[in-house]
């Protein structure tokens, strides 16, 4: 889960827009106050550059003009710096956007190096699944609801099932789909064909789709005990199944059941308009081919 917050964090964090001053400006605030939050590599490149002399430390002041922080000497060395040595600068940048996105996101960093390890081994988990079985999507959900799944010790699959509800709504209000969709996205696959090739080389997952998929009565089973326990949470708004509509299942996560409700009516209006447009179409023909 660990792996899953930091890869969302630096995900986040690469889209954030910076100005080159302000990043060195932050990169000297923490090395005075808190260096904690910057790499360890980093760390021992800006004592290279002090060590040399190349780097000037205001020792007294530590970059504060009075009640306001200002190190401009710095500031120009580091851009000099930039300009010279383009790992310096990136991993500058890259701490400054996971900076503004923790802030953003509310997340206390631990570990700036422990959550770029993590990011990028996310990241090579990724890249190596979708070389095989082709892109992936990339549900967005809130910070807090995956520290509640770790620290709270809720059933994983229940976070696995949301996470494929989300990946299946994405922007929208809701979605019709199956139980056995929903299965395919909880083991991160968008197609049976990718679905097949993963179980059969992992065998994890391939205890989970038998556990839902040995028969009829266990998906059912399973999947209602997970939908009851998904709607418990909160993580789930609203499920409802109605066979004179659809054969699938129509679920929201922002929806209540009565809003879901109407939404299935006016689903249901535009299927008939439809049918009704074809049936029009149709007698056109008709009448034009006895012409």
């Not at 939050?37 to 504060?64: H, M, P």
């Not at 570990?111 to 988990?125: P, Q």
Request: glycine share 6%; proline share 1%.
């Amino acid at each position: 889960m660990s792996m899953i917050i930091s890869y969302g964090l630096v995900y986040y964090a690469t889209k954030f827009k910076y100005e080159i001053r302000e990043v060195a400006r932050q990169l000297m605030y923490c090395y005075y106050r808190k260096q904690g939050i910057i790499q360890d590599r980093l760390l021992e490149r800006i004592e290279e550059y002090i060590q040399s002399g190349q780097l000037t430390i205001d020792e007294d002041y530590n970059g504060f003009d009075g009640l306001e922080f200002n190190p401009e000497n710095e500031i120009n060395e580091l851009l000099k710096f930039f300009e010279s040595d383009s790992q310096f600068k990136d991993d500058t940048i890259l701490r400054y956007q996971i900076a503004q996105s923790a802030g953003f996101l509310c997340i206390n960093i631990g570990s700036m190096d422990g959550t770029i390890k993590r990011y990028k081994e996310g990241l090579e988990i990724k890249n190596k699944f979708e070389q095989v079985y082709g892109p992936d999507c990339m549900p967005m959900i809130k910070p807090t609801q995956v520290f509640d799944f770790r620290d709270s010790g809720k059933d994983l699959e229940l976070f696995r099932a949301y996470i494929g509800i989300k990946s299946l709504i994405g922007q929208k209000k809701f979605v019709i789909t199956t139980r056995n969709v929903i299965l395919m996205r909880m083991l991160g696959c968008k197609s049976n064909e990718s679905l097949q090739a993963f179980i059969s080389k992992n065998k994890d997952a391939r205890d989970l789709y038998d556990k839902y998929n040995r028969s009829e009565k266990a998906l059912r089973y399973h999947f209602d005990k997970l939908f009851d326990k998904l709607l418990a949470s909160g993580f789930l708004q609203s499920k409802i199944f109605e066979r004179s509509v659809s054969r699938k299942i129509f679920l929201s996560t922002t929806l209540t059941h009565d809003q879901l409700a109407k939404e299935i009516i006016l689903y249901s209006q535009k299927g008939n308009f439809k049918k009704k447009e074809i049936e029009a179409r149709e007698m056109i023909k008709a009448t034009l081919t006895a012409m």
